[in-house]
């Protein structure tokens, strides 16, 4: 069979591109300038980029994967207390990143020693005159674009026509219509990598709810907000969803009023899981393993939670060790972490929607 030309092959790629049209999904997109169509960073690790090319989601879970083989007093010390600093945003548009995404940012922070949160790809650096310095590495993201249709060879991405996986990750597709996830590759570069910016934006970006605020405070705040009943004199803390009831040891038996606002707050995380609130069920998809599964999008979302207190040094206690159980998960499907990571920032927000409001300023100088 003859060659196709190239006036041919732009065709043939219109029109699979015509026939791919994204459709409304309810994954977050990324700021426009972040997607991988504005241009990959010309400085970034080679390595994730051949990665990239050939399974997005798989390189991110195998980082996911290397950070909770570390242990959990290091993973979980490391995403609170670069949670503390806000959650990761553009240094350009503002706009907070999100899933996944937010933990691999999070983790290059501490790892790096970055003091901000702040983020841009390389053209957004240019564009504000900054440039990217010499042998600086990029943090490889992923952005996920609903598609209508199959997804053709080469292009990554999952028929999500199935309607009880749709249904465990909380999604409906159109009546006759398959669809599914296109995920792409975009790399990011931190402020503190960069020469030459003209403004600061981690000074214009980066939000710190909490400086000036205890974190028994907030937590205080978020427990009572949400009116969740909560039942003292257990032997350890856990959450009855039949009951709809938070179950906690006496406040004594705690070795810190941190560590028992920590825990109370993981529990809440499950408590969002509730038919009646958010609907988290995992038993059709992830069968055994369900109850480990939910484990884990209470640890993200514990971990957004606390670190926008400022709570990071505080033990969740009580908790028997599931990490074995989440590696396990994620090494057997490479996209259960972009599902915790997505339905862990559904709980965080809101948790964050139903806090009380702040008390008066006590402050010297100030009108109660």
């Known amino acids: 069979m003859p060659q196709k030309g190239p006036a041919m092959r732009a065709l043939s790629s219109s029109r699979q591109r015509n026939a791919r049209t994204p459709t409304a999904t309810g994954v977050p997109p990324v700021p426009p300038e972040d997607s991988p169509q504005a241009g990959a960073p010309a400085i970034t690790d080679a390595g994730d980029r051949r ?8 390189s991110i879970t195998d980082r996911i994967i290397a950070m909770l083989e570390k242990g959990g007093n290091v993973f979980r010390g490391r995403w609170t207390r670069a949670a503390s600093r806000g959650v ?9 990143y999100h899933g996944a995404n937010v933990l691999l940012l999070w983790d290059a922070a501490i790892e790096r020693g970055y003091a901000s949160n702040v983020w841009l790809t390389y053209k957004q650096a240019a564009g504000l005159g900054a440039q990217v310095r010499r042998g600086e590495r990029a943090v490889l993201c992923a952005h996920f674009e609903r598609m209508s249709g199959q997804a053709s060879p080469g292009v990554t991405g999952e028929s999500l ?3 009880e996986r749709l ?24 402020v503190a990598q960069m020469d030459g910016l003209p403004i600061d934006p981690a000074a214009e970006t980066a939000s710190r709810a909490w400086t000036d605020r205890s974190p028994i405070e907030g937590a205080m705040r978020f427990i009572g907000g949400c009116g969740a009943t909560i039942q003292h004199g257990f032997e350890r803390a856990a959450y009855a969803p039949h009951a709809d009831r938070i179950l906690m040891p006496d406040i004594d038996r705690f070795t810190s009023p941190e560590a028992y606002c920590a825990t109370a707050l993981h529990e809440l995380v499950h408590w ?15 069968g055994d393993a369900a109850y480990a599964f939910e484990e884990l999008v209470a640890e993200l979302g514990s971990a957004f939670v606390l670190g926008h207190i400022g709570l990071v040094d505080a033990t969740i206690e009580g908790h028997a060790a599931y990490l074995d159980a989440w590696l396990q998960v994620l090494r057997n499907d490479r996209t259960a972490i972009f599902t915790a990571a997505r339905l862990a920032g559904e709980a965080y927000e809101l948790i964050l929607s139903r806090a009380l409001p702040e008390a008066p300023s006590t402050r010297p100088g100030t009108l109660p």
């Open 51 to 58: 990665g990239a090319r050939s399974d997005v989601r798989q």
């Open 88 to 96: 990761p945003r553009n240094g350009k548009t503002g706009a907070p």
């Open 161 to 163: 026509d199935d309607s």
């Open 167 to 190: 249904a465990s990750e909380g999604r409906t597709s159109a009546r006759g219509e398959s669809s599914f996830l296109r995920c792409r590759p975009f790399w990011l570069f931190n």
């Open 272 to 286: 969002t899981g509730h038919p009646d609130r958010l609907a988290r069920a995992f038993g059709k998809r992830f």
